[in-house]
Each structure stands twice: as C-alpha cells, then as structure tokens.
C-alpha cells in the first residue's frame, strides 16, 4: 500500500508537471513593446531571406549595444511563417521582410506598424523614390532595402561569338538575335522561369509592361484577357518562345533561381528578367562559370527598351514585435548609406536610398551602373496606388493558370479569362 | 476483522483505480493540448469567415467554407490527382511488396545486404528522395534523358512532369520507391509468420508453388495486406514533399495537401484552407476505420 501511495504521488507530481508544461505552451508569447527608455541590452531577431555578415552586425551592437539574433530563411518560408505567426498574434521577429507583394495582403490585416511615426524623417525622405510600393491607407509600411527591378542580363562572350554587338532594343531584334544565337551553337538562348511559383509569373508582368500594357486598370479592373492586349500578347510570347526551342523545355518546371544558376553556368545567352543586384554573384568565379561576362541589357519593347517593374523589398515591424525601439534603430543603421553599400557587396541588395545609390555609382561600385541608371525612368510599381490586398490570391492563380498554358494544358486564352475571372472576384 | 478486511479492500481498489487515472493524466493533458486544442480551434477556423482581408465581415458562416472548397474546381483537380496518387500508389506498393517479400524471405547469399540496401530509400527524407529524383528527371541535365537519348530511345530531351497523367505517375513512383522497403518489411514480417507446417502439408496434398501461393501464402497474408493497405494508404493520402520538390504548386499534379497548404499559407485564407484540411481528414479517418474493421474480420 505505501509503495502504491509513493506511485500516486509521483503521478500526481508528473500530472501537474504536464498540465503545467501544456497551460505554458498554449500562452501568447507576444509580449509587450518597448517604449521610450534604453534600447542597451536587448536582443532582436530580425528576419530576411538574405545573408548577412556577423562583423556588420557586430558593428551595430558596438554601436548601440543591442544583440542581433539574424535569421535567414528561404523567401517563400519566410512568408509562410510570417503569414502563420501574424495570423496567430504570435511574436515572430522584430524586424522581419516585408515584400511589395506584401504591402495589400499586411497592411489590410494590421499585421505590421505605420513607419510613418517611427523612422526619422531625413530617412523618409531619401527613401521617396522607392516607398510608393509599400504605401497603403496614407502611410508607409516598410523601409525600402532592396532596390529590385527587372533588368535583363546576357553572356558577352556568346554575344561576340554570334557576332552581336549590342543587347537588343525591341523583341523584334531580339527574334533575330536569338536565331544568330543559336547558330552559333547556343541550343536554348534565352532562360526565363515558368514554374509555377512566384518567379514564374514575373516574366509575364514584366512582358506586358514591356508590350506597352498593364496588368489592370486604375479601378484594379483586369485587362489581359482580350487577345489584343499587352497582357495576352506576352503569354503568347512565352509559349511560342518554348515551341520555337528559344528556351528550354524544362523552363517549364522551374523557379527564378535555377534559372538563374543555369544562365551563369553557361548554358543560356540571356536572362530576360532578373535584378541588377545579381550581377556581382554571376561575374563572381566563386559563384559562376561565366565570370566576366555577365552584362546587364535594357528590357527591350516594341520601338525600343519597354517598361519595367520594382520589385522592392523591406524592412517592417511586425505588430507583435517585442523590442520595437531597437527594431526602429536597426532599420536606421541599415539604411545609413555606409551600411547599405556594405551590404550591397554581401548580399547584392541594391540599396534604395538616394543618398547611398549616388555614392555607389560616383565610387564605380555599382556593377553594370550604366543600364541601372538608364533603365531606372522606364521602371515603375506594377500596382501604381500598392499592392492590393487581393495580391497573394491574385499571384497565387496565376502561378498555376499561366504554367497550365506553357505547358500547354490550356489555351493562353483560357488560362487568362480564368485569370481575369478570379481576379474581378477577388476585387469585388 | 472481516468488515475491516472488506474496507481495505474497497479502498485499495479505490485507490488502484484512482492510480491509474493519475497514471493517464499527464498523456491525457499533453494530448489534449497538442491534439485536441488545436483541432477545437481549427474546426471553429473552419466554420468563420476569412475576414476583411477576404471583404467579408468576421464571423460564423456554417458550412459555407466546406461548400466553397468542395466546389471549388481547383480543389476538386486536386481531389481528383489526390485519388489518383492513391490508387497508383498503393497498387504498385501491394503488388510489388509482397513480390520483393517473397523473393527476401527465400534464404540466399547476399540476403542480409539485400535487406539493408532496401531500406535505404525508407530512411531518407522525402524532400531529400524529391530532390535526388529532381536530378533524374531534370529535362536538360537529368540522367533519365540522358541515357534515354544514348540509347535513341527518344530523339530530343522529354519533360517528364509537364503532362497531366504521366507526370502524376512519375511523382507516384518517388513516393513508392520510398514506402516500397516498409511495405516489403509488413509482409516479410508476414510471410515469416506462416508456420512452415502449412506449406508441408499442402505440398502433400499435391499442391505447387503458385497454389501454394494462392491458397495458402494469400489467405494468411491478409492480416499483413490490410496492414499494408491502411499504412500505404494514408501516407499516400498525405503525399506533399515529393510533389513540391519536383514540380511546385502545377496545377496538374496539385495534391489536396497542397492545395491545403497554398490556401492556408500563400493566400492565408485560414478559413477555407483549415475546411479543405478538416475535410481530408474526415477522408483520412474514414479510410483508417474501414481498414481497421477490415484488419478485425481478417485476425477473427
């Protein structure tokens, strides 16, 4: 009999020490922000899906005394977790990505805080040209980091192989050149994605903005679908681009990346769409096997180089986030034009402030500077008023319509009326 | 004394009874916690609105969420592959499992090295298997055109997961060549269980081989088959890793967990993607029981 008191005891010890562990786990871990008071002796997690170097950071706590926990994860899990974290009112980082396609979908749900308020204004201000992306409801939601626009890219060398002198201004010359391209023994010239992913559908937007088009009206009213338009021509383009053997077949299962990977291995001639800060990792022979000969090209058009696109990248402060101070402090130290070049050579963000991108190019850092500043007045945000909040729907759909029609599963035609269907529904 | 003896009686069954609960408590808390929360607040998910981010107003809407997913036409393709993946994979599983099992559970040389080797697609993660198979069937570098276009089997390089049908097989048999060795495994373990008895006798009898295998290897395997079917079946309802590695979210060969996951996670649309989840995991338990019942009628 004792010894089964002594078991009920450790039982009941056990017992309370379960239930215990399970009334912890389920508690909110949000906790409060700080506000006002010292920021010294704290520790943020800030979340990018990007490399940073430890003796960047190691300069920031030097300089404010706050420790940085820097998680870098992949772009599609940083938003899943960031979506799951946010959606849950569980703390996550405090400071975390925040993509242009972000702005609609997190701004509308109040999952991150107005900057407005929080960064200094001299900041604001050389971060203009580039905040329009993440302006939604009269207030900024994001510090621009990552100056990203669609550029094209080429191999040099392939170029004069073919006995091409130029990147080529219209699609026209580009048709041309693709078959000079070729007989010179390129099998596949050109390397765009079409997976079904994200960096599967930005070379169709980029393509309609190059055609002369838009994806929607100003009413956010879609206009692609009607085989005349921008939007049409440029999935058309596409898949008359893979049954012409202009790309690889196998473009059709693939994201940005490999893509990438493939052009700086040598087997593509061009890149349609990539950002200028890809450039210092193609002309790395760490990195690449084409080192010297990457080059960047303006996007071409219809009469001459088209339209682009941003696609920006930034900094937020999550609603839940714990040290909201350090958060705003750390954001500011990134975007010191000193910081942000240093970064730009680490990571190959291009920066977004004025004051940065005019030292970088007055110092002849900026690999390809050239066609950066002269591609910069065709660039403009794909959604002119943000990102809606239908956004990640939206891309979502046409992840999956457009790679149907590549692949030949559905007709261009109604791979795009699906499209534009889903997308009034999503508007309404 | 009696009296005293009954009492102390009763009060240590009491206290047996008492130990025992305290004994489940601790289980009972952790999976009320970890299993039982989560699926209370993920129904109550299930059965709300998606809310502003969605234009709809937040609240309880019923079973709207579970009508829109079932008739939602990209969720029904991928009901649709999800089926599919299913039948192919637990067809091949069954009938190549219980081949691989009869030919290990014969005594040769070399058998033990066999074994080990066929265990080695069960032990490496499915993303890690998507990624090694990503290789194979990669269209401009994979080893599969490659030696298809050495041997002039095909004139140009195939992309082996653009077509509907195909592509869905292919991805089919990553997962099985990964479950193949725990399937292989239920039916050794099974075959292994027949007393060497039976087989004697019906030798006697006069039966052969395939008799023998027919009427005696088949009717004893069954309680191993409905093992096998129930294991093969849910991890095959479940397939998602070798999916996305090899070819993303694709329409055309989009599982329902997939679907789950792009609703929940990409668009956060919560509220449809937890019906769509709820939703296959009614299927999954229905499946569960109906092999469970099957299980019991084979070992009765």
């Given amino acids: 009999v004792n010894q089964r008191r002594r078991l009920m005891a450790i039982a009941a010890l056990a017992c309370g020490a379960a239930l215990l562990t399970a009334a912890c786990g389920g508690g909110s871990s949000s906790g409060g922000a700080s506000s006002g008071g010292s920021i010294r002796g704290q520790t943020i997690t800030v979340m990018v899906p990007y490399d940073m170097p430890q003796k960047l950071l190691d300069q920031f706590t030097a300089q404010t005394g706050v420790k940085v926990n820097y998680v870098k994860l992949g772009w599609d899990a940083t938003h899943t977790k960031l979506v799951t974290a946010n959606a849950a009112h569980e703390y996550i980082a405090d400071v975390a990505e925040f993509d242009w396609s972000f702005t609609g979908q997190f701004a509308g749900a109040g999952w991150v805080e107005p900057l407005d308020a929080v960064l200094s204004k001299p900041l604001l201000t050389n971060l203009k040209n580039t905040d329009a992306a993440f302006t939604a409801n009269g207030h900024t939601w994001a510090a621009c980091y990552s100056n990203d626009f669609r550029v094209s890219m080429y191999n040099k060398k392939m170029f004069a192989k073919a006995g091409i002198s130029s990147f080529p201004a219209t699609f026209d010359e580009l048709a041309a050149d693709v078959q000079k391209l070729k007989a010179a023994g390129i099998q596949y010239p050109l390397a765009i994605p079409m997976g079904a992913t994200e960096g599967g559908v930005t070379p169709w937007y980029l393509l309609t903005l190059a055609m002369g088009g838009q994806l929607f009206d100003d009413n956010l009213k879609p206009v692609f679908q009607s085989p005349g338009s921008p939007g049409y021509k440029a999935l058309q383009w596409e898949v008359d681009a893979l049954k012409s053997g202009w790309v690889s077949p196998g473009a059709v299962s693939l994201d940005d990346t490999p893509t990438f990977d493939k052009f700086t291995a040598g087997q593509n001639a061009i890149v349609l769409a990539t950002g200028p800060g890809n450039m210092p990792t193609a002309n790395d022979p760490k990195t690449s096997s084409i080192a010297g000969d990457a080059a960047l090209g303006l996007v071409p058009g219809t009469t001459g180089p088209g339209a682009s696109f941003g696609l920006p990248e930034g900094l937020s402060i999550p609603t839940t986030a714990k040290h909201k101070d350090a958060a705003a402090a750390f954001i500011e130290w990134w975007e010191q034009p000193k910081n942000a070049i240093a970064i730009y050579h680490a990571q190959g963000s291009l920066p977004c402030g004025a004051d940065a991108l005019k030292q970088l190019a007055a110092s002849g850092q900026l690999q390809g500077g050239d066609v950066v500043n002269a591609e910069l007045p065709h660039v403009a945000p794909l959604f002119p008023a943000g990102a809606p909040i239908w956004y990640e729907q939206f891309s979502s759909d046409a992840q999956g319509l457009l790679n149907a029609a590549v692949k030949g599963q559905m007709s261009v035609g109604d791979a795009l009326n699906q499209l534009a269907e889903k997308a009034a529904a999503h508007n309404q | ?300």
């Fill in chain 2, 1 to 300: 004394v009696r009296l005293w003896r009954h009492r102390e009686g009763d009060r240590s069954a009491r206290e047996a009874q008492i130990l025992g609960w305290l004994f489940v408590a601790p289980a009972v808390a952790v999976v009320a916690a970890l299993i039982l929360y989560p699926l209370v607040t993920g129904f109550k998910q299930s059965i709300r609105s998606g809310g502003f981010l969605f234009g709809e107003q937040p609240g309880y809407v019923g079973l709207r969420n579970y009508r829109d997913v079932i008739h939602d036409p990209t969720s029904q393709s991928a009901m649709r592959h999800t089926v599919e993946y299913v039948l192919v994979a637990v067809s091949l599983e069954i009938l190549l499992g219980i081949a691989v099992a009869v030919t290990l559970h014969r005594v040769f040389r070399g058998r033990g090295f066999v074994l080990a080797v066929l265990i080695l697609p069960w032990a490496l993660p499915s993303v890690v298997s998507g990624v090694l198979w990503r290789r194979v069937f990669d269209p401009d570098n994979g080893m599969l055109n490659s030696v298809l276009l050495q041997l002039h089997v095909i004139s140009q390089p195939h992309v082996w997961l653009a077509s509907g049908r195909g592509a869905i097989v292919y991805i089919t048999l990553v997962h099985v060549w990964g479950v193949l060795p725990l399937i292989s495994l239920i039916f050794l373990a099974g075959l292994q269980s027949i007393p060497e008895e039976v087989y004697s006798a019906s030798a006697v009898d006069g039966a052969g081989p395939w008799r023998q295998f027919r009427y005696v290897t088949l009717p004893l395997l069954r309680p191993s088959i409905a093992i096998a079917l129930t294991v093969g079946t849910l991890l095959a309802i479940s397939i998602f890793d070798e999916i996305y590695v090899l070819n993303g979210t694709a329409l055309n060969t989009r599982s329902i967990l997939i679907q789950v996951y792009n609703t929940t996670f990409v668009t956060a649309d919560f509220a449809h993607g937890t019906a769509l989840a709820f939703l296959l995991a009614a299927v999954t338990a229905a499946f569960g029981a109906i092999y469970a019942l099957a299980l019991r009628r084979a070992t009765v």
